[in-house]
């Protein structure tokens, strides 16, 4: 049952899904909420706006994820779950196949996603590790957000894992100078999107990538 007591701004603005996925990422929406009476998940100062801050905010990315080529995707310093209890919610009708890999190395945090990706029935594995100590990982995706600074994530990207297709990353204001800077150091494509919940923002769906030699 959705606590009347916690009050949010906008709803989802999520086309093309069922009432059930909608009702599941209400639910979602409400579990960050209690348990962040308890635990850092998000920032106070969001949790009357959750529902555009940060469930719209994970389930844009959906472009670039409901597609035939992608089955895996890893998420780096999961928090709460954003966004790969979102895309998790939102792939498990669209293929049933598809599956998020957490990497929170906190305890509380991931004892959170072990029960969230229960209550909702994700194909799912939770590490708690540190995604630093990792290697020879193989996806077909990374995806972050709010973990790591974009330069960081690409060496994560090249020491940490054994085989990936894409990066997804969200990006602030600054985001094509950000871009810009990387290419200095990196050749790779992209793909990107204006957010739709920040007209400063930006997706960016990288791929291709490899490291300049000097």
């Not at 906008?10 to 960050?32: A, C, W």
């Not at 974009?150 to 994560?156: E, G, S, V």
Request: aromatic residues 8%; glycine residues 4%; contains cysteine.
């Amino acid at each position: 049952m959705i606590d009347s007591n916690n009050i949010k701004i906008k709803r989802f603005i999520i086309p093309d899904v069922s009432r059930e996925t909608l009702e599941e990422l209400e639910i979602y929406s409400d579990s960050i909420i209690t348990k962040n009476k308890s635990i850092n998940l998000i920032s106070k100062s969001t949790e009357k706006n959750i529902n555009n801050r940060h469930i719209n905010d994970s389930a844009q990315t959906i472009d670039f994820i409901d597609k035939s080529d992608i089955n895996i995707c890893t998420d780096l310093g999961s928090g709460a779950g954003l966004p790969g209890i979102v895309l998790g919610i939102l792939m498990k009708t669209k293929n049933p196949v598809f599956k998020v890999i957490f990497y929170e190395k906190s305890y509380h945090k991931s004892n959170f996603l072990k029960e969230m990706t229960k209550k909702f029935n994700l194909n799912s594995e939770i590490h708690q590790k540190n995604i630093f100590s990792e290697k020879n990982l193989r996806t077909d995706v990374i995806i972050s957000r709010a973990f790591k600074p974009l330069p960081t994530i690409f060496q994560i990207a090249q020491n940490n894992f054994k085989e990936f297709k894409y990066i997804i990353l969200f990006l602030g204001k600054s985001g094509r100078k950000i871009i810009d800077d990387a290419k200095k150091l990196w050749k790779f494509d992209y793909e990107e999107k204006e957010s739709v919940t920040n007209n400063e923002s930006l997706i960016i769906k990288i791929s291709n990538l490899k490291k300049k030699t000097e």
